[in-house]
């Protein structure tokens, strides 16, 4: 007799493996089981970014983006202490380097304080005097900003998860869904076998393939994923050292990226990026990278050309910079002038999973969409790896609101309170 699991979770990112271990934590009578088409959890987007637990400056008040990031700081930073996961409270500086720039600042301090965070305005001295390499006009200083290995973090969830009595299943693809008022089937290639695998309810947490489960259960949605890649560089060892605190660029209010920056990361060294291009293919890490099923579902989603066309502009510019390091390097240079062309080592790439509208707008907070028996994470946008935890919760919150259940094993780690 097939077995029939309470729940199956999709996705061994950060956010799938944070829910599975949270539902499992929960509900421990339950059989849960999560499902990844990789050999290991976080190979795409926890795996490729730049490791931040970032505080929530830039987020719509009230928004769940920014009641997701500022609980899961605090949850983060928890259970890398209760892990032993090593992290490191650096801080960042958001620079002004023109006289634009400083008023976008004023209004990003001015956010900063209605989310209730601890920051603090200075000037072009006291900037000097904190940074030595770094020019600008003033600065939002952030002192609740953190370093960590999100692979790293991932990885104990998992082990968190298997240890509370949840089942694992790597290395398969999923093929197909089929919902029935009994079940839900989830069809699946292991290894050039057909695998089947029941449950009582599904979580799809599925990244850069969100429209596709959902397309799977044929639900009715409006948007489509466009995957946008982030470029990186690292800087060669003598440079570890030279800044203090993580720097970023003060960014355009019009779109969703924060602009290149310098990641001082936990293993020591310092990266540049990421910048923004258009990505053709959806797990393309490499310089050159086309997927002809990736492009024909873009170029057939009427969103896609309306977003392009709206940021033509920065879309061109940013194409260029990232084949002509001398245009990505201006970016660094306004801020850290001594960086060279020679300076910017290979290092490897991210690929943003960017929900887009069909009206061409970028979706900028987290979008979920359901049937009777399903909850698919449609868009978890940055910084969906520092919310991983409260998001997690949300999740299950959802789910038990929606099946009528209770919360008997709540984690005292899981901030529920704070986000639901």
Excluded at 79 to 91: L, Q, R, S, T
Excluded at 263 to 288: C, H
Excluded at 355 to 368: E, I, P, Q, R, S
Excluded at 399 to 410: D, E, F, R, S, W
Aim: a negative charge; hydrophobic letters at 35%.
């Amino acid at each position: 007799m097939e077995k029939m699991y309470d729940y199956i979770v999709i996705g061994g990112g950060i956010v799938g493996v944070s829910t599975a271990w949270q539902l499992q934590s929960r509900y421990p009578e339950k059989t849960i089981l999560l499902i990844e088409k990789e050999s290991g959890f976080s190979h795409h987007q926890t795996g490729h970014n730049s490791g931040v637990i970032h505080a929530g400056v830039y987020y719509a008040p009230g928004s769940l983006k920014a009641e997701f990031c500022k609980a899961g700081v605090a949850a983060t930073t928890e259970f890398c202490a209760k892990h032993d996961i090593p992290v490191e409270n650096c801080g960042k500086l958001l620079v002004a380097t023109s006289e634009q720039e400083v008023e976008r600042m004023q209004a990003l301090y001015e956010r900063c304080h209605q989310n209730g965070l601890d920051v603090e305005l200075i000037d072009q001295a006291e900037l000097k005097r904190r940074e030595p390499n770094i020019v600008g006009l003033g600065a939002i200083a952030v002192s609740t900003t953190s370093i960590v290995n999100y692979r790293q973090v991932t990885e104990k969830m998992a082990q968190e998860f298997v240890a509370a009595g949840g089942e694992v299943q790597l290395n398969t693809q999923v093929t197909g869904l089929v919902e029935t008022p009994e079940q839900i089937t989830v069809q699946g290639e292991c290894q050039q076998h057909s695998v089947d695998f029941h449950g009582q309810f599904l979580v799809a947490c599925s990244g850069l393939m969100a429209d596709r489960l959902t397309r799977m259960l044929g639900l009715e949605t409006d948007f489509q994923i466009v995957p946008y890649r982030g470029e990186y560089y690292r800087l060669p060892e003598k440079y570890n050292n030279i800044v203090n605190h993580l720097i970023y660029p003060i960014p355009d209010p019009d779109l969703p990226f924060l602009g290149v920056h310098l990641t001082r990361m936990i293993d020591g060294s310092v990266t540049v990026g990421p910048n923004a291009v258009q990505g053709w293919k959806r797990e393309g890490y490499g310089k050159i990278n086309f997927n002809l099923r990736d492009v024909l579902d873009m170029v057939s989603f009427s969103g896609f050309w309306k977003v392009s066309a709206k940021h033509l502009k920065t879309g061109l510019i940013e194409t260029k910079n990232s084949w002509w390091k001398p245009g990505y390097l201006k970016l660094v240079n306004k801020y850290c002038p001594q960086i060279t062309v020679e300076d910017l080592q290979p290092y490897p790439a991210g690929i943003r999973a960017q929900a887009v509208l069909k009206d061409g707008t970028l979706v900028h907070d987290f979008l979920f969409a359901e049937s009777e028996r399903s909850l698919h994470v449609c868009n978890a946008p940055s910084p969906a790896a520092t919310s991983a935890i409260p998001i997690g919760g949300y999740i299950c919150d959802k789910i038990a609101t929606k099946q009528g259940l209770g919360n008997p094993q709540q984690d005292s780690n899981e901030p529920i309170s704070e986000v639901a």
